[in-house]
């Protein structure tokens, strides 16, 4: 069965660094997004992307972070001079369409957990 | 106000039974998603059924089952002849304004679901 993959999963870096969260998404799918959650919070929406470029973002996704699919199968998350509060996991997603029905569904990878010390 | 309401934060099952999670929901749309997703202690985000607000049936997929009651606002999970596998976070989601290109999920604070033997 097809399945979002990311990589790493697991990141460490120290603040002020620039990480690179990668994605491959289903490969139908027309429809990119990323979440976080930070611990024992909630899931919190970031940004998704369609057609390559994004269609809506949240007020989380500030100057510091964009995305870019660089080509026909990844999809990644670029967080410029992390801060401690970035700390979390980050989930992709990836659905065949927005609609009206069970073809909206958001599949979502394994995430990956980002630490900044 | 919240968009979207577990109000279980935790909850303890014994084997077999069947189990209710609770969500209640909040939108003043027509048009309308609601997904539960299952997050294991490995930290992946696991889709398991889809609502749509269109539909007349409840949604089922195997042992689980949406009880929609849309006057209500509410989109409670059955899970039925719970397993020990089951013991998870469990997520309500919502997507709102799909006639107007919204494409982000909103998310529950969660429900821990724990399957005693």
């Known amino acids: 069965e097809p399945e979002v993959t990311q990589t790493p999963s697991h990141q460490v870096t120290q603040m002020g660094q620039e990480v690179i969260l990668r994605c491959v998404p289903i490969s139908n799918h027309l429809y990119f997004y990323w979440y976080r959650q930070i611990l024992g919070q909630k899931v919190e929406f970031l940004v998704s992307?369609?057609?390559?470029?994004?269609?809506?973002k949240s007020e989380i996704f500030d100057d510091q972070f964009s995305v870019e699919r660089p080509d026909g199968s990844n999809f990644t998350l670029k967080i410029r001079s992390t801060k401690l509060e970035d700390s979390a996991m980050y989930f992709c997603?990836?659905?065949?369409?927005?609609?009206?029905?069970?073809?909206?569904?958001?599949?979502f990878g394994p995430g990956t957990r980002l630490t900044v010390l | 106000a919240q968009k979207i309401t577990q109000t279980q934060p935790g909850m303890f099952v014994q084997e077999k039974e069947a189990v209710t999670l609770d969500c209640t929901y909040d939108t003043s749309d027509q048009s309308y998603g609601l997904f539960w997703y299952k997050q294991p202690s490995s930290g992946e985000m696991i889709f398991l059924i889809y609502q749509g607000s269109y539909d007349e049936q409840n949604a089922t997929e195997g042992r689980y089952s949406l009880n929609f009651q849309k006057a209500r606002k509410s989109a409670n999970l059955v899970i039925s002849a719970s397993q020990l596998g089951d013991s998870a976070m469990y997520f309500c989601?919502?997507?709102?304004?799909?006639?107007?290109?919204?494409?982000?999920?909103?998310w529950g604070a969660g429900t821990k679901l724990i399957i005693k033997p």
């Open positions: 997603a990836s659905s065949y369409y927005v609609g009206t029905g069970p073809t909206d569904t958001q599949y």
């Open positions: 992307f369609y057609n390559n470029e994004i269609s809506e």
């Open positions: 989601a919502m997507r709102e304004g799909i006639e107007d290109s919204n494409y982000q999920l909103i």
